[in-house]
């Protein structure tokens, strides 16, 4: 086979394994629910325009925020207020792209409601007429539950309450506001724990509106979530989030060396077979897991349903 021939079927398997790198990379953020509130505006009115303009600047904050930000447009009874949250444990780029995508399909969802909030895996993004920056909002509610019931019920949900606990009062006492946990159900599986609250709130506050998260928990599941515009908690029996709070950084790209030319006896160079088998393979192979782990993940996730509850505000 020519050096032609190798050369364009290295070409090939490599624009496929990159599309499957791009595949899963830039999958979009994985969407839990939203909430619009009953409040309109009217299109291309003044409210609309600061609205748009406090979603563009929560995009724009995205990148190097340390994970949370808010921004306010304009003058009452036109004035909108905006933040938005990401993951303390996962990375700048996952935290922008959640927000940049967060900030686009909210305004799909609530094309003309003034207050709106939407949650994802990786982040919420919250918009308001009234001042929503500092204080408790506990109202809407989502309660997320694994359809899977636990072995022994009431001797598994003790040591699911004692680690979530556990995580609150490390968050209400950090500035990320958040936290995780991990240890043994009394079967000896692990459990991990997840708390946070927006980085806005006081110490107290957090505790306050965590211990009412926890509370809320769905219990006797393997798994559960419970997401408040302020606050939310989550414990799963797998690892769900990365141990160290802040996720390692991308590795860097891999470069690959030229491969030494070939000396043969008589005719033209050529490319070895073996040598674009040895380059094409670990990138394909590594990409398919990829693909593999994030169609796993999807399919984890049709376990779940969530119910919308609306209660009383328990904070301002």
């Not at 086979?1 to 791009?22: A, E, G, R, Y």
């Not at 905006?82 to 922008?96: E, I, K, P, W, Y």
């Amino acid at each position: 086979m020519s050096s032609v021939k190798f050369f364009m079927i290295f070409v090939f398997l490599l624009s496929l394994s990159s599309s499957l790198f791009t595949f899963t990379i830039e999958a979009r953020p994985t969407y839990l629910y939203h909430f619009c509130l009953n409040n309109t505006f009217t299109r291309n009115s003044t409210y609309q325009t600061n609205l748009n303009l406090v979603l563009s600047s929560l995009a724009s904050k995205a990148n190097g925020s340390d994970g949370f930000s808010n921004a306010t447009v304009g003058q009452d009874p036109n004035r909108v207020y905006g933040l938005f949250q990401c993951r303390s444990d996962l990375n700048t780029t996952t935290c922008q792209d959640c927000v940049v995508y967060a900030s686009t399909e909210v305004t799909q969802r609530c094309p003309t409601q003034k207050g709106n909030i939407i949650w994802y895996d990786q982040c919420l993004v919250h918009c308001s007429d009234s001042n929503i920056f500092s204080k408790i909002t506990s109202s809407p509610t989502i309660g997320m539950l694994n359809t899977e019931n636990a072995t022994e019920s009431v001797r598994f949900d003790e040591p699911v309450l004692g680690l979530l606990n556990e995580a609150r009062t490390l968050a209400a006492n950090n500035t990320k506001r958040f936290a995780t946990r991990q240890g043994n159900s009394t079967t000896s599986e692990t459990i991990y724990t997840l708390v946070q609250c927006t980085q806005d709130l006081s110490s107290d506050d957090c505790s306050q509106c965590l211990r009412e998260a926890i509370t809320n928990l769905p219990q006797g599941k393997v798994g559960g979530r419970r997401l408040y515009p302020s606050c939310y908690s989550r414990y799963e029996l797998y690892d769900f989030y990365t141990p160290n709070k802040t996720a390692s950084p991308p590795p860097a790209p891999i470069t690959l060396s030229p491969p030494s030319p070939v000396t043969r006896p008589t005719g033209k160079r050529r490319i070895s077979s073996s040598i674009v088998i040895a380059i094409v393979a670990p990138i394909t192979a590594s990409a398919v897991l990829f693909v593999a782990g994030y169609c796993w993940t999807r399919r984890a996730r049709k376990k779940y349903s969530s119910v919308l509850e609306e209660i009383g505000k328990f904070g301002n």
